[in-house]
């Protein structure tokens, strides 16, 4: 009898493919969403950090009573400053550069993900501090849907999935009038007065950067909807109650939703306490799939769990005769695999 081979699927999977995500994954697809990553935040918020030598500027003038204080606790003061006040105080001087500096979590933001702190700068978003973004940053479930959230949204630091910050009403930010008129008796007419009373609340907001916004498709043309002017944005939970009670507007049809953009930026995952970051990636093999619930060419996974994706669908191989198609093949449906055994009969 011709000699049979048994297969160890977690062998053939890492023996086939040693870079698991390397060889079966993709990072960047051929869409525009035109949010945030989209913003040129490196030419709006040029940040400083990495440009000065600390041993060749000695500080000059002290902290003040700030210096009084003990490290540890001084560092607790700086985890629990919101991004805008940390960087304005950052600017103060020499000294107080360095010691914003020195603070662990607000080295690995700088290291891992500039962008999130220019886009916090620059939408002024203060309803958090710096403690805050770095324990979401260290999570990686979506709020809405428990799926990887590989976006950020800013005006409340939560986490969030394409699929969500889409179509839910949570992640659907509203404007000053809008929000306003939640406090606007009926008949009344005085606008001053409903915006007065708003902005008494100190309810999470940011004000939104001009430019492009919505998602376009391919390469061609920046697509979307254009800005022209800021907004002063609302987190709706806050302002709402009930969000079921204010319905979503008639021109919010999924991706065409511009307001829906203006807050949400790509974030990765750190793990390694901040040492490393997981940013996620796509599916080759759903490339071409759109169902939400199981295989979705928007889905993206942290490195773990491509892994579990793969022993769950098969391995990712090229369609025979169409070149640059991919397709999860199962198991066992593999006619032989690349990396086998033989067991005498």
């Known amino acids: 009898m011709p000699p049979r081979y048994t297969v160890s699927i977690p062998e053939a999977i890492w023996d086939t493919h040693p870079d698991l995500p390397d060889r079966t994954v993709y990072t960047k697809q051929r869409i525009l969403d035109n949010n945030l990553d989209n913003a040129h935040l490196v030419t709006r918020c040029r940040l400083d950090n990495g440009q000065f030598n600390a041993s060749s500027i000695p500080a000059r003038y002290t902290a003040g009573q700030l210096d009084e204080l003990p490290a540890e606790i001084l560092i607790q003061v700086l985890q629990y400053t919101d991004i805008p006040s940390l960087t304005r105080f950052r600017r103060v001087s020499r000294r107080a550069m360095d010691l914003v500096d020195s603070v662990p979590q607000y080295r690995a933001l700088i290291k891992h993900c500039p962008d999130i702190i220019r886009a916090i700068i620059s939408l002024q978003a203060d309803a958090y501090d710096l403690n805050t973004l770095y324990a979401t940053l260290h999570t990686s479930r979506c709020d809405g849907c428990k799926r990887f959230g590989d976006h950020l949204y800013l005006v409340t630091c939560c986490r969030v999935c394409f699929f969500c910050y889409t179509q839910r009403l949570e992640y659907y930010p509203l404007t000053i009038n809008r929000a306003s008129s939640y406090y606007r008796k009926p008949g009344e007419r005085d606008v001053k007065t409903s915006h007065q009373l708003l902005l008494a609340e100190n309810f999470p907001s940011v004000l939104s950067l001009p430019g492009r916004y919505c998602t376009s498709f ?40 511009p307001r829906r953009f203006m807050c949400i930026i790509t974030a990765p995952f ?14 080759l093999g759903c490339e071409e799939k759109e169902e939400e619930k199981t295989q979705h060419y928007r889905i993206k996974y942290t490195r773990e769990e491509m892994y579990e994706h793969t022993m769950k669908y098969g391995l990712v ?11 999860h093949v199962p198991f066992k449906e593999r006619k032989r695999p690349s990396f086998y055994q033989f067991e005498d009969a």
């Open 218 to 257: 391919g390469y061609a043309g920046d697509g979307g909807f254009r800005a022209v002017k800021r907004y002063q944005l609302f987190d709706r939970r806050a302002v709402f109650p009930d969000i079921t009670s204010h319905g979503v507007p008639n021109p919010d049809k999924m991706t065409k939703e």
């Open 270 to 283: 750190l793990v390694d306490n901040g040492r490393q970051a997981d940013w996620g990636y796509f599916c």
């Open 317 to 327: 191989e090229a369609k025979p005769m169409l070149p640059r198609r991919w397709v």
